[in-house]
């Protein structure tokens, strides 16, 4: 796993495939139940997962994950029941879970005092031009922090002018590397624009990667899943 050093009493990992107990094309750290794994292999790595951040797996919280601009306030041990592709919390010791296969895991964070407060995003090409990350921004509120976590990078995401042409209407020309779009620019220019100073970026590619990350772009289905998991301490 891979942790960020945040601004307050935080515990944020961004998870990688390895450690887990599945097989297969969900070898072996899968976080995701509805890709076709065992669901009480998928449960144990949930657990591990947990372990990592010293929370309660009984608590843990996420999404049934949709591209949207919903952003939630997490409720424990409420998982998959509602719609929305963001979870934010206050409340001491209740990890929240976002899950991401080269889509974009976030982390933000409440930063300079201010009352402490996480939120964990996934911002896929839709969500990113629709606004899901400013909605996680007004969600959290207060200064924040950020880290983008592991994701497809410019190496690997080639798309059709269908995705490019509204992409380089919202960000310029330079979002766009011939037929390939960075992501992970378009989402660090909207927390900017925002108001968010401390953007960490893991630069990692998860489709470059397949020992470190499950990738749709490189694997399709069946594949695993991992994500960014959060906890106010």
């Not at 401390?198 to 470059?208: M, P, Q, S, V, W």
Request: glycine share 12%; net charge neutral; aromatic share 4%.
């Amino acid at each position: 796993m891979i942790r960020w050093d945040a601004p307050g009493p935080y515990e944020v990992v961004f998870t990688t495939r390895a450690g887990g107990v599945s097989d297969g094309p969900y070898a072996s750290l899968n976080l995701g139940r509805k890709t076709g794994d065992d669901v009480d292999r998928v449960d144990e790595n949930r657990r591990r997962a947990c372990a990592e951040i010293d929370a309660d797996p009984a608590r843990l919280a996420l999404n049934y994950q949709v591209h949207s601009t919903v952003v939630h306030r997490a409720q424990s041990g409420r998982r998959g029941d509602r719609r929305g592709d963001g979870l934010w919390t206050e409340e001491s010791g209740l990890p929240v879970l976002a899950l991401a296969a080269d889509c974009l895991p976030i982390a933000l964070a409440r930063a300079n005092g201010a009352a402490p407060g996480v939120c964990v995003l996934h911002a896929g090409r839709i969500g990113i031009l629709d606004g899901v990350i400013e909605a996680g921004i007004r969600a959290l509120g207060g200064t924040v922090a950020a880290a983008i976590g592991p994701s497809i990078g410019p190496c690997c995401y080639e798309v059709g002018e269908e995705v490019a042409a509204p992409y380089r209407a919202r960000f310029g020309a330079g979002i766009m590397g011939g037929r390939k779009l960075d992501l992970r620019q378009a989402a660090e220019r909207l927390l900017r624009e925002a108001g968010v100073a401390r953007i960490e970026r893991l630069d990692l590619c998860t489709a470059c990667n397949p020992e470190l990350f499950f990738s749709h772009r490189r694997d399709g289905k069946p594949r695993g899943v991992q994500g960014v998991l959060a906890l106010v301490a």
